[in-house]
């Protein structure tokens, strides 16, 4: 069974729409967080949430909010979306958010904005 | 960037041969994650070395850290196809207040050929 879930598995958008790529862990961990993966660049650290609350946040812009409703959730709400927001989106878990903690990925979400 | 700035490496080897993957990072860190990423999935931590163990085995995988140069190394003992995926290497970074954060390099595209 999967231990993360991420869904959609894909999905277009149109460019200044709104969607929510979702993220469900059932591993028990305490830390979740969310990458981005895009042709230009590797993966790329977005947000890190420990305990239902945000820890980091490296995503310079206010479009990108996560949202978590349970503890084993973290939801991304991207607005006003943008073709540069095509990329693949990797939801994380790790026991708790501290240095050596294995980060386990789920399948991603791949975005296409046209 | 937390890595060299080398671009995404591909090597192509054939089943039986070893192979080594190399990463060199730019600033202090204790720890060392190596990941593999399969087309279309996420990426799986494969093995964690920490700055006092020098060098790492698991199973046919080999890792080392020098902190003195700051690199790493992955190596592959008698590669099989299924071997064949992106190699990546990842450290923590403390973003303040004990938040940690993945930082990856940009990977080596591993193909493995009968």
């Known amino acids: 069974d999967p231990k993360i879930i991420q869904k959609p598995k894909y999905l277009v958008a149109v460019t200044g729409s709104e969607k929510i790529l979702i993220c469900e862990q059932y591993l028990g961990h305490n830390a979740m967080y969310w990458y981005r993966q895009s042709a230009k660049k590797p993966l790329e650290f977005m947000f890190s949430?420990?305990?239902?609350?945000?820890?980091d946040n490296q995503t310079a812009s206010s479009r990108f909010q996560p949202q978590s409703s349970k503890k084993n959730h973290l939801d991304l709400q991207i607005t006003a979306l943008k073709p540069d927001d095509s990329a693949t989106y990797f939801c994380?878990?790790?026991?708790?958010?501290?240095?050596?903690?294995?980060?386990?990925f789920g399948p991603g979400t791949r975005l296409t904005v046209l | 960037s937390q890595w060299g700035e080398e671009n995404l490496q591909a090597l192509s080897i054939q089943e039986g041969e070893d192979v080594t993957m190399n990463c060199s990072y730019k600033?202090?860190?204790?720890?060392v994650h190596w990941y593999r990423q399969d087309s279309g999935r996420g990426p799986a931590l494969i093995i964690l070395?920490?700055?006092?163990?020098r060098e790492k085995r698991s199973g046919r995988l080999r890792a080392t850290l020098d902190t003195s140069s700051q690199s790493s190394s992955l190596s592959i003992t008698a590669a099989q196809c299924e071997d064949t995926a992106v190699y990546f290497c990842a450290t923590d970074e403390d973003s303040g207040g004990s938040n940690y954060k993945l930082t990856f390099g940009k990977g080596t595209l591993l193909t493995v050929t009968p």
């Open positions: 600033t202090y860190t204790t720890v």
């Open positions: 070395i920490r700055s006092n163990e």
């Open positions: 949430y420990s305990y239902q609350k945000l820890m």
């Open positions: 994380a878990s790790s026991q708790d958010n501290r240095e050596y903690a294995e980060q386990f």
